[in-house]
């Protein structure tokens, strides 16, 4: 994953952040640290990708490190896409440029995004012919390992002119630093004009406003400034104004007593019901991500002083929470077996008060001795012992998780690849859900059914950070 951290510029450490806890954040010790060597028969597809680079059209990046030489620039400044290499594409490799243009959408002229899901064959696409914030996260670093900014600096105008729309759902009125989750372009061949529809949830099935759209708007607008090493965008005042609102809504003082996110079922990736709502670590850990990119970006003026206080204190509380609390490995499993429940005070062990009971069968057969995850969800009496690759793949690249933690992590995916990878490049979530549980979680939702898209698939990113790992 070193290269995708490269782009987002996340092994530095702001001069702003100069607190202790900040030496934690650093990951570049874990590549002098060994490795496990575990042999196994590698599938056409893993051998194929393995000796490809994604942006070989048009003299992609192959190699991230040659690009920041000892006499250069430092990594922190150095444009990721100023070094090229010339050589021919892999058949596969062209073939998967070829359908990433033919999704290109464009509005008066200008390519601002690609649509979810580019099918022919399809008469109902419903909305898959949108431009999805989440979904073009991972043609965007495409693009811009490719040398192609201009794709991504206009897909984040395009979406920050969206947030200063108001946005209603009924009679109700969200919040202003809301990002849509998805927009659609309409072109009139008659009058020859363009016309935009941006859905903030009032569309959306299940009517559910996207939390991590914003979150995923910071962190492209952090990999397009680390990319080309042009920060007049950021510091456009637009640009600087729709942090401070996306901020302002995630970091806003309430009743709850967890740094942590609360979050409905439906406003992330997985966008139908999964039972993740509570404290999803997918959103937990874009956060977090969200919060260091954020404080790479903010200017230090008046209103970004400020944000970058709340953001410093938040990030310390956000990843003390979530390495003691979310995390589990061998010694916590058996130490949450033998909690007490009901204890008071603030001297409680089981500050949850998790009953042991609720301990699924399968996690005991599940955790290796070497290894550990972050789980997925702890909110009051439950913890949803479920693996979920992004959040865990995201809190490596983020440093919210420890080296220690993240080694961990990658053990357990190497003791147990047949359960989350198999014939896969990586299951998104596991267990699936299944019989009457995944009746009375889902609803019955056929689309979530067993191993499917929204309940075991792999969602698109992943492989870019297969990729880099």
Not at 63 to 77: I, Q
Not at 233 to 252: F, N, V, W
Not at 259 to 269: E, H, N, Q, R
Not at 287 to 299: D, E, G, N, Q, V
Request: charged share 25%; aromatic share 12%.
């Amino acid at each position: 994953m070193d290269g995708t951290k490269e782009v987002l510029g996340l092994r530095n450490v702001s001069s702003h952040c100069s607190i202790s806890e900040m030496d934690d954040y650093d990951l570049s010790k874990l590549l002098d640290k060994p490795r496990l060597n575990i042999e196994r028969q590698r599938s056409f597809d893993e051998r194929s990708l393995s000796e490809l680079s994604i942006g070989l059209t048009r003299g992609g990046v192959d190699n991230y490190e040659s690009t920041y030489s000892p006499g250069g620039r430092s990594g922190f400044d150095t444009p990721v896409s100023s070094t090229r290499n010339s050589f021919e594409p892999h058949p596969m490799v062209a073939e998967a440029w070829e359908a990433l243009r033919r999704s290109l959408v464009y509005f008066r002229g200008q390519p601002v995004g690609t649509i979810a899901a580019y099918d022919h064959a399809s008469e109902e696409v419903l909305n898959y012919d949108q431009v999805f914030v989440r979904d073009f996260v991972p043609s965007a670093l495409a693009f811009l390992m490719n040398g192609e900014p201009d794709i991504v600096k206009n897909f984040l105008l395009k979406t920050l002119q969206l947030q200063g729309w108001e946005k209603r759902i009924d009679r109700f009125k969200l919040g202003e630093g809301a990002m849509p989750a998805s927009f659609k372009v309409l072109h009139d061949p008659v009058r020859k004009t363009d016309t935009i529809i941006a859905d903030f949830g009032e569309s959306a099935i299940g009517r559910v406003a996207p939390v991590d759209s914003g979150f995923w708007w910071i962190i492209l607008l952090r990999a397009y400034t680390k990319s080309t090493g042009d920060l007049s965008l950021a510091e456009t005042p637009e640009c600087q104004k729709g942090m401070r609102l996306i901020l302002a809504l995630c970091l806003s003082e309430g009743f709850d007593t967890f740094p942590t996110l609360l979050c409905a079922d439906g406003c992330s990736m997985i966008d139908r019901r999964m039972g993740i709502y509570g404290y999803p670590i997918e959103i937990q850990a874009l956060f977090f991500m969200a919060l260091r990119c954020a404080l790479s970006l903010l200017k230090h003026d008046a209103e970004g002083k400020e944000f970058i206080e709340r953001i410093v204190k938040r990030l310390h509380a956000l990843s003390y929470h979530m390495r003691s609390y979310f995390w589990l490995d061998f010694q916590q499993l058996n130490d949450i077996y033998r909690y007490k429940t009901e204890e008071y005070s603030h001297t409680a062990v089981n500050k949850f008060n998790v009953i042991p009971d609720s301990i699924p069968d399968w996690v005991f057969d599940f955790m290796p001795i070497r290894g550990g995850y972050f789980i997925g969800n702890v909110s009051p009496a439950r913890m949803d012992f479920r693996w979920f690759a992004l959040g865990n793949c995201v809190a490596i690249l983020s440093s919210l998780a420890t080296p220690e933690q993240s080694m961990a992590i990658m053990d357990l995916i190497e003791a147990r690849w047949e359960e989350l990878v198999g014939e896969m490049p990586l299951k998104i979530a596991y267990p699936a859900i299944e019989s009457h549980e995944w009746r009375i979680v889902t609803g019955c939702d056929p689309k979530n059914t067993r191993w499917s898209y929204h309940n075991g698939g792999s969602w698109p990113g992943l492989l870019l950070l297969q990729k880099f790992s």
